[in-house]
DNA sequence: CCGATATGGCACACGAGTGTTCCACTGGCT
DNA sequence: AGCCAGTGGAACACTCGTGTGCCATATCGG
């Protein structure tokens, strides 16, 4: 306990790392760690002495994203009411996930490997199905497909506000709108 | 004219080794000359006397891309017709790029950069402008809203393709039911 | 004040990718 | 046969990212 993972300096630039590497890798995929240790206002030592690999450090990555997944979701209340409310709420909750939502996309870190550990992916696909089965969602979709929606239109909202041009509450106006329309069953 | 770009053996080892390029970045955007020149069953020396830099080998690459999007989208007649039906149909031909789609998505070649050139960039803006005009696009997107569903749409039914695990036409169908539900404008 | 901890800079060795050069081989053509 | 364009392989030098070790410096707590 005397040096937690999360306690004084060790802790402070320990995240001060992990953070810069998510803002370096999103911004390039192929960041070298001397980049990483630039954006963290770091010497590449120091970063070496925290991970000592590359690998190391793309974990140490991965298990936060995993946590900040796991959060969204939570935040989220995946398992509560009709099926599409509940993933239009995880629209707005894994929006603010911010560049991690890049990395993930550009593959540095797989969804699959952080997510699952946490139940993450299955609390998804139980959401899927919930509202496939409670009529709120279209049935001519897959559940794979409707899944394959939310990420990809999520990934189109995060590029429009990662650009700046348009103002937060348009985004995010826009992409419920798309992702209700594309997803909700039809009327008749 | 004896040496044409298409012509004989120079144009065929050529072609072989543009392919092999879009397939190896494709599937490993940091994919090393080498790997390339495997892909291309040829030799890395080559490689290089057809494309002595690596930057111009990707140059040949985007304007390949570039071709082969104009062409898309001519087939796709995006002048015809409501902006709507237009949209739907380039998602059609577009989807046929296959994995010149996925080296336009991990930015290894940038869809300005290669469609700016043939005005393919400016049809599509025209047809949502039409689409918008027309009353068969959502007045309440933006014109960039309306083309970041469709290529963000296009990404994931090409992934679905590419998986394998999904039949083609499934995947088709599912693309352009929820594009359409998507962007078409409400009904009353 | 002093020691422990944390950090930064520097230098080194190592590997991978790149671009170049040179030489040998094969095929088709006259 | 000889010629020649096209090709492949080996060798080389160069750059860049990586991982390591060492030493000087700063900062915090006693």
Redesign the pocket.
């Known amino acids: 306990m005397t040096?937690d993972i999360a306690t004084?300096?060790?802790g402070?630039?320990r995240k001060a790392i992990l953070d810069a590497a998510v803002r370096a890798l999103a911004q390039d995929p192929a960041a070298?760690?001397?980049q990483i240790a630039d954006a963290a206002?770091?010497?590449?030592?120091?970063l070496?002495?925290?991970f000592?690999?590359?690998?190391e450090l793309l974990a140490a990555v991965a298990q936060e994203a995993g946590q900040q997944l796991s959060d969204a979701a939570g935040r989220a209340r995946l398992d509560d009411g009709p099926g599409l409310d509940a993933l239009l709420r995880s629209c707005q909750t894994l929006l603010q996930l911010g560049d991690l939502l890049t990395l993930m996309f550009s593959e540095v870190v797989s969804i699959e490997a952080c997510g699952s550990e946490l139940g993450f992916t299955q609390a998804l696909d139980d959401a899927c199905a919930r509202g496939l089965a409670d009529g709120t969602l279209d049935t001519r979709l897959t559940a794979g497909w409707v899944q394959g929606v939310l990420w990809s239109s999520l990934y189109l909202g995060w590029s429009e506000l990662r650009e700046g041009t348009t103002p937060s509450h348009d985004v995010v106006s826009q992409l419920l709108l798309t992702v209700r329309k594309a997803l909700a069953a039809p009327a008749d």
């Open positions: 040096t004084g300096a060790r402070r630039t070298s760690l001397g206002d770091v010497g590449r030592t120091t070496h002495r925290y000592p690999d590359r690998a």
